[in-house]
């Protein structure tokens, strides 16, 4: 299992930026994939998830309506829109493999998820 994160930049605030997950190793339409964020300190803080298929996705109330995740099932690739970006956005992306997901939609409480695999990661600075 192969993930490889890009599209990571310094930005404005109010800047926009795509990252990329570059897939191999495994059956990429199979799983749910997620974005996950990470910062000094913290763990993997969860910001998006897509199933499989791509018909369904999720976002933690941060980012919903300025971030967009999508899939590339033909290039096992995911994607990551970000848009209107805040410092507070600031942090190294990583996708996940997600082996379950499962969230009743309240945005007040994360997804219950599992995850086994991660990339290295992209770093977002938002910053003027």
């Known amino acids: 299992v192969h993930l490889v994160e890009s599209g990571g930049d310094m930005v404005q605030p109010g800047g926009s930026l795509r990252l990329s997950c570059k897939t191999s190793g495994f059956t990429f339409s199979n799983y749910v994939m997620s974005w996950v964020r990470q910062t000094p300190g913290r763990g993997h803080d969860w910001i998006s998830s897509?199933?499989?298929?791509?018909?369904?996705?999720y976002y933690t109330k941060t980012v919903k309506g300025r971030f967009t995740i999508s899939r590339d099932d033909a290039n096992d690739t995911l994607y990551l829109q970000m848009d209107r970006l805040k410092p507070e956005d600031t942090g190294l992306y990583l996708c996940?493999?997600?082996?379950?997901?499962?969230?009743?939609?309240?945005?007040?409480?994360?997804?219950?998820?599992?995850?086994?695999?991660w990339g290295q990661g992209t770093q977002v600075t938002v910053s003027s």
């Open positions: 897509i199933n499989s298929g791509g018909v369904n996705t």
């Open positions: 996940a493999r997600d082996t379950y997901f499962s969230w009743d939609g309240d945005s007040n409480s994360p997804p219950t998820r599992e995850y086994d695999s």
